[in-house]
Nanobody
């Protein structure tokens, strides 16, 4: 069983910053892909950022240049630094991890809410 525990969401003004954390119950070296999706009310769940086992990173166009994904291997934790936040970033952010040798479907964190006010 793989558990993902998220933290770091909250309410910020436009232009502010937040750092999300996702702590895994297994070594992140065993994880093929890890990152965040987000879902706003009435919208689909969209991929925000991902980091692969060997360290390559990808970002949605809407957050490129503002968000940075990183990891601390000793703590089995991935971080999402979010700078210059905009009201359109408001959503519930869900950490995910894929371990393909176990199952093709992702494991999910509980979600953390980010609200950006004007």
């Amino acid at each position: 069983q793989v558990q993902l525990v998220e933290s770091g969401g909250g309410l910020v003004q436009a232009g502010g910053s937040l750092r999300l954390s996702c702590a895994a119950s297994v070594s992140i070296f065993s994880i093929d892909d890890m990152g965040w999706y987000r879902q706003a009310p009435g919208k689909q769940r969209d991929l925000v950022a991902t980091i692969k086992r060997l360290g390559s990173r990808n970002y949605a166009d809407s957050v490129q240049g503002r968000f940075t994904i990183s990891r601390d291997n000793a703590k089995n934790t991935v971080y999402l630094q979010m700078n210059n936040l905009k009201p359109e970033d408001t959503a519930v952010y869900y950490c995910y991890a894929i371990i393909a040798t176990i199952r093709p479907d992702p494991y999910w964190g509980q979600g953390t809410r980010v609200t950006v006010s004007s």
